[in-house]
Structures are given as C-alpha cells and as structure tokens.
C-alpha cells in the first residue's frame, strides 16, 4: 500500500516539517517567472533567484544524499531578450550546496506553430538534475529504448574505430566500441525527452503530460520509494509515483488544486477523502498523517 500527502500551503513553510533526509526524488515546475499572473502567480524575473533560493535549501535538506531533484523550467524572452533568471539560478543553488549533474531537454513534439519577427517557436523546456552526491541511485535500465531503424543504418556499415574503445576527439572521454551494440535489442535512451504536451481536462493551466514524471520516476526511484512534488498544481506527479507503487507528497498554495488532486486520488489510493482534521494535525506539524 503505497501513501500519498496531499498538503495545502506555502511549500517554504510546509517543507520546514519534512524530515531531513526522507524523500528519494524530486520532481517539480514551479511558477515561471511573470508567466500565469493570471492563474496561479508569478515572480519578477530580477526576484526569481531571491524568491526561489529558500525552497531550494529546504528542498536539499529534505532529499536523501542518494537523491535526486529535477527541476522542470524555461526562461521567457523578455523585450527581444532571453532573460538569465535560470543560469543564475543553477549558479546559486550551486553555492548553496547543490551539484548541477545533468540537464535533460523536453522537446515539446506537438508544439503549436506561430510566426514572431525575431524568433521560432519555442519547442522545449530545460530539466535541470541537481544532486547532493556525485554518487546517487539511478536505475539507467528502467528506460532503455528499442534500438529501432539506426541499427540498421548505422550499425551496417562499422569503419574499423567503431570495434576498438579510442580516446574521444573532443576529449569527452567518451570510448566508443559501437560494435557492441550490434546484437542488442535496445540501447540507453539520449538526454533529450520527445514527448506532446498534454491538453485533458485537469483543470489546470501548466500540467505536465503524464510521461514526463513517469520516465523521471522510473529512472531515479523503485517500488516503496518516495516522491516529493513541493509545487504541485494538479498533482500530476503524485498520480503518476502513485501509480507506479512510489510514495507521494505534493504541496500546493492553492485549495482548489488540493481538493482536485484528493478527488483523482481517490480512485488510485481507495482511501476516504482527507478532510479537515487532516489539515489541522498537519499545521501542528505531524508529519505520518494518512
Ligand atoms: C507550473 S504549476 C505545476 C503544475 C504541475 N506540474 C502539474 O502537472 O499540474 C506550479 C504550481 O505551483 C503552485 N505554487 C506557487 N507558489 C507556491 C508555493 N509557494 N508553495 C506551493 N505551491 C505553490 C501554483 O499554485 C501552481 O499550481
């Protein structure tokens, strides 16, 4: 029986009351800056570091040493300008004490077409993995890839540096031997995610498409783990970990979403709707609540 907390208020606060080292993975989209104003808020891209830093340090706090925390964003261009709130944020979370391991690109397959005078559209957003350890848990078979038609074409015509393991030219340190991968059926997967955005009835402005959080989940956790989304909108996150046999705790501003995300939980955890002694044994601090 896996447990899902669904908890409403101030992930800065609320994350105070998670024990250290408890949670193995992170998967987040905070607010954009300026972007959703509307909805559910935004920050000034000059304050986004300032505004974001303190849940970052809880967030470090939180995770397991063999944790990991990803982190889904895209900076706006602002008056014909990228703004730089995300490099600067990977550079203070780096002072902070995080190491920046990994970016990871969501190519956005069904993005919509458009026409701007100084740019195309924009078909991506960045996955930031930041770590405390250089060592973490990553599960790298969990998301091997069907080798598909690149075998055929690549694998068939080997030159003789593709069967010995050579120094790289440009000094990745990257030996290939692609001779090896001649028999087998599927390879590892590359750091960049093909995957649709998803428009279903969520109710909310921003979800994320279900593969995303599952392919993250399935890479950095295992059956009983536990996954934290401290920004959690429609608890895309929390339905998927949930799903997959993985501990949830999702932590959200905003009521509305909480009640929405308890309904679609309901289903999944067949327990009786949280109600309001939950939310008040959760102010005084109590962390096991289920
Ligand atoms: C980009 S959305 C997340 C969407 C989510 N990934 C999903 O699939 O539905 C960001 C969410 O963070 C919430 N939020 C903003 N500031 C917050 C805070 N300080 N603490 C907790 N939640 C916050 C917003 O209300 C919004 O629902």
């Known amino acids: 029986m896996v447990n899902c907390d669904i908890i409403h208020g101030d992930c800065i606060q609320i994350l105070s009351t998670i024990p250290e080292n408890s949670i193995d993975l992170i998967f987040t989209s905070p607010p954009y800056a300026d972007q959703r104003r509307a909805t559910y808020g935004g920050i000034s891209p000059d304050k986004y570091v300032e505004w974001f830093l303190p849940a970052a340090d809880q ?34 979370m780096k002072k902070q004490g995080w190491l920046w391991t990994e970016e990871f690109i969501w190519h956005k397959k069904n993005c919509y ?17 930041f770590n405390k350890n250089r060592k973490f848990k990553m599960y790298q078979e969990a998301v091997m890839v069907p080798m598909g038609d690149w075998k055929h074409k690549r694998l068939s015509k080997l030159s003789e540096t593709d069967k010995i393991r050579d120094t790289s030219k440009t000094v990745s340190g990257f030996g290939k031997n692609i001779s090896h ?19 279903s009835n969520k109710k909310h402005s921003a979800a994320f498409p279900e593969a995303l959080p599952e392919w993250f989940i399935k890479l950095f956790t295992q059956e009983g783990d536990t996954v934290l989304d401290p920004f959690m909108g429609a608890g895309t996150t929390n ?23 308890r309904q679609r939980l309901k289903p999944i955890l067949q327990l009786p709707l949280l109600t309001q002694q939950y939310e008040i044994i959760r102010q005084k601090n109590c962390f096991e609540i289920h």
Not at 68 to 88: C, D, H, M
Not at 115 to 120: D, G, L, V
Not at 186 to 199: D, G, I, M, Q, R
Not at 239 to 252: D, K, L, Y
């Open 59 to 92: 967030l470090l706090r939180v995770l397991k040493p063999t944790g990991t925390f990803v982190l889904n964003i895209k900076e706006k261009a602002v008056n014909g300008e990228r703004s730089t709130y995300v490099l600067e944020l990977i550079l203070a």
């Open 113 to 129: 077409p458009g026409k701007w005078s100084n740019r195309f559209r924009d078909a991506w957003e960045r996955l930031l993995q």
């Open 181 to 199: 991968w001649l028999d087998r059926p599927k390879a590892y997967p590359s750091n960049v995610l093909h995957l649709a955005t998803e428009c």
């Open 239 to 261: 339905i998927v970990a949930n799903r997959m046999n993985r501990n949830s705790i999702g932590i959200e501003i905003v009521q509305e979403y909480c009640e929405l995300v």
